[in-house]
């Protein structure tokens, strides 16, 4: 659950560290090289996996002292929090809160910075001609796609087990779907759109 639920929060963050760089790549071009050092890039992909670690920790260490009780299976190979938070023989109300606010700051935090960082783009895209504004779509589309696919997958997961007309066996099947998508379609869709680029 933890290496899972982890490398997704850090990957949300890593998203964010991409927006910023296509900003500084197409709001200041000529100051790329000197703002994007590889000092800088390399705190920024820390920032990231230290968000990703310390975002999950505080879930996970509540997690690991709850009372577990009945068959400890989970039917699925990620181990999502929701799957894990069934398993729990005591009260889950606080769960759900911690819960809750680990999915917010995993999900608002680069999502705002992912947001900010293109409304700064589109306000400079609509001051530039028509080829630039095609050469920054350009530099944008592929990460945007990736983005859109990857909250898209993990808000459905996340609303999911908040609805109650899903039932079990829909909600798991339809979340493997996504999981799938998240995992391995977003993922590989932006190295093929990354390859076609640098061609």
């Known amino acids: 659950?933890?290496?899972?639920?982890?490398?997704?929060?850090?990957g949300h963050a890593i998203l964010a560290v991409m927006a910023y760089d296509r900003y500084v790549a197409i709001c200041h071009p000529l100051h790329y090289i000197s703002i994007m050092t590889w000092q800088v890039q390399l705190l920024l992909v820390a920032g990231a996996w230290?968000?990703?670690?310390?975002?999950?920790?505080?879930?996970?260490?509540?997690?690991?002292?709850r009372p577990y009780c009945g068959p400890n299976v989970v039917k699925h190979a990620?181990?999502?929090?929701?799957?894990?938070?069934?398993?729990?023989?005591?009260?889950?109300?606080?769960?759900?809160?911690?819960?809750?606010?680990?999915?917010?700051?995993?999900?608002?935090?680069?999502?705002?910075l992912i947001l900010t960082s293109y409304v700064l783009i589109g306000i400079s895209v609509s001051?530039?001609?028509?080829?630039?504004r095609l050469k920054a779509f350009r530099t944008c589309a592929a990460h945007l796609t990736v983005v859109s696919i990857s909250f898209t997958s993990v808000a459905f997961v996340y609303i999911s087990y908040r609805v109650r007309s899903f039932s079990p066996e829909v909600r798991d099947s339809k979340n493997?779907?996504?999981?799938f998508t998240f995992d391995f379609v977003s993922v590989g869709f932006q190295h093929f759109m990354s390859c076609i680029q640098h061609r």
Request: charged share 5%.
């Open 1 to 10: 659950m933890f290496f899972f639920t982890q490398l997704t929060f850090t």
């Open 50 to 65: 230290g968000f990703g670690i310390f975002t999950m920790l505080p879930y996970f260490i509540y997690a690991l002292l």
């Open 78 to 112: 990620w181990c999502d929090p929701s799957s894990i938070r069934q398993l729990v023989c005591a009260d889950t109300s606080v769960d759900n809160i911690v819960g809750l606010v680990t999915a917010a700051l995993s999900l608002l935090i680069p999502g705002v």
């Open 127 to 132: 001051k530039m001609g028509v080829a630039q």
């Open 176 to 179: 493997q779907i996504f999981i």
